[in-house]
């Protein structure tokens, strides 16, 4: 082992605390060595069982509670690297691999303090869960499933509970770092949980999405579009009353979709339905409510004007008919015009909307 080598004094620390746990005993930092410069040239780390406690600790006459049990042994065991002008690098000087105790077993190991760490994903996800309402026992039960078993936790109960006490902070702490930290500790639990954020430039938050592997592994095998059924409450606020993912977009298949919407609202038709003006939803909607007041959304008209109509001036004319009130004779006198002045008379998207023009000019829903 003597001579080995490390890119960084990190690196060496990492792979002692692996190889202890491996063996299974705690480890601590031991001596540290600096330059004149103030430049750590050499760290060194032993077993938490090296040296022996002071006399002064374990014979204090003013003692209240007994001493705890002894595990200062004079253990030998230790690691050291010193730094290396010449190849820049962090070379083993020294390796004790002898021990004068026990080793851990494999489930003890779970209980030794030099690899027993809560990540800080998993405290931030511990903050919100207990600023929700949840007890820290169930936290840790919850831990528990994420990970697998106890032993994989990587902390006890009693050091969560610690760590909860020691960073306990009120709501109005809770930032952007804290939901950010915890959509990382989610890629702990599902590799396949996307998120991605923007921020401004005082470093804010502006963007944030997500979206969990059961999502992304749905997304890839349907491929099917999606039906939204949403409405508007007396606060002007949108309510969304389901969903429905749908093989293909037939008069048949948004007949059935809202056959299921009937069945799952008891039967009690909406008062008025707000469509893109797809030919298909038309139908369906024409023989399944026929007493229901139906109309095309406005900003579905006048984007797909854009595409159908290319001359610059159209769309603005059509705004003009679709808000403004005329007389029906006006109104058809207007249309003809704009048909004319645009060059759209044999444009057959316009044909066809004016034959539902009952759906969307104000000059006909009156």
């Known amino acids: 082992m003597v001579g080995v080598e490390f890119k960084s004094v990190e690196e060496a620390e990492s792979f002692y605390h692996i190889y202890s746990k491996i063996i299974g005993f705690n480890v601590q930092k031991n001596q540290c060595r600096k330059n004149q410069a103030g430049i750590v040239t050499t760290r060194s780390w032993c077993c938490s069982n090296e040296g022996f406690r002071r006399t002064k600790y374990i014979k204090n006459p003013n003692r209240v509670r ?8 004079g253990c030998r065991a230790m690691f050291r690297v010193c730094y290396s002008k010449i190849t820049k690098l962090w070379v083993v000087k020294e390796f004790r691999a002898n021990h004068n105790h026990c080793m851990a077993t494999d489930l003890q190991k779970h209980f030794l303090r030099s690899h027993r760490k809560i990540s800080a994903a998993e405290l931030e996800q511990a903050k919100l869960l207990k600023e929700a ?3 820290t ?4 039960n919850l831990f528990v499933h994420q990970n ?11 050091d969560l509970y610690n760590s909860l006490a020691a960073g306990r902070r009120g709501v109005d702490d809770l930032d952007a770092n804290t939901t950010l930290t915890f959509l990382q500790s989610k890629l702990d ?3 396949e949980f996307f998120y991605a954020y923007m921020v401004n430039e005082e470093s804010r938050l502006t963007h944030l999405f997500w979206a969990d592997g059961a999502s ?9 579009p999606l039906v939204v059924l949403v409405g508007s409450n007396n606060h002007g606020m949108t309510c969304v009353f389901g969903f429905a993912l749908i093989q293909n977009e037939t008069a048949e298949t948004y007949t059935w979709v809202l056959q299921k919407f009937l069945e799952c609202m008891k039967d009690k038709l909406p008062e008025t339905i707000l469509t893109d003006g797809c030919r298909s939803m038309n139908k369906a909607i024409e023989d399944l409510m026929p007493s229901v007041v139906h109309r095309t959304c406005s900003w579905h008209i006048l984007n797909n004007a854009i595409k159908h109509v290319h001359e610059e001036g159209f769309v603005g004319e059509l705004r003009n008919l679709i808000k403004r009130y005329y007389s029906v004779d006006e109104f058809d006198l207007r249309w003809n015009k704009m048909l004319l002045d645009y060059n759209a008379e044999n444009n057959e998207w316009a044909k066809a909307l004016y034959s539902s023009r009952h759906q969307w000019a104000d000059t006909h829903l009156r």
């Not at 007994?66 to 042994?73: D, G, N, T």
């Not at 026992?137 to 840790?140: C, K, V």
């Open 148 to 158: 697998g078993g106890w032993d994989k936790v990587g902390c006890t109960k009693k």
């Open 66 to 73: 007994e001493p705890r049990s002894e595990i200062r042994i």
């Open 189 to 191: 639990i599902d590799p």
């Open 137 to 140: 026992s169930d936290i840790w």
């Open 216 to 224: 992304r592994f749905d997304y890839e095998l349907c491929q099917m």
């Open 133 to 135: 309402g949840m007890k």
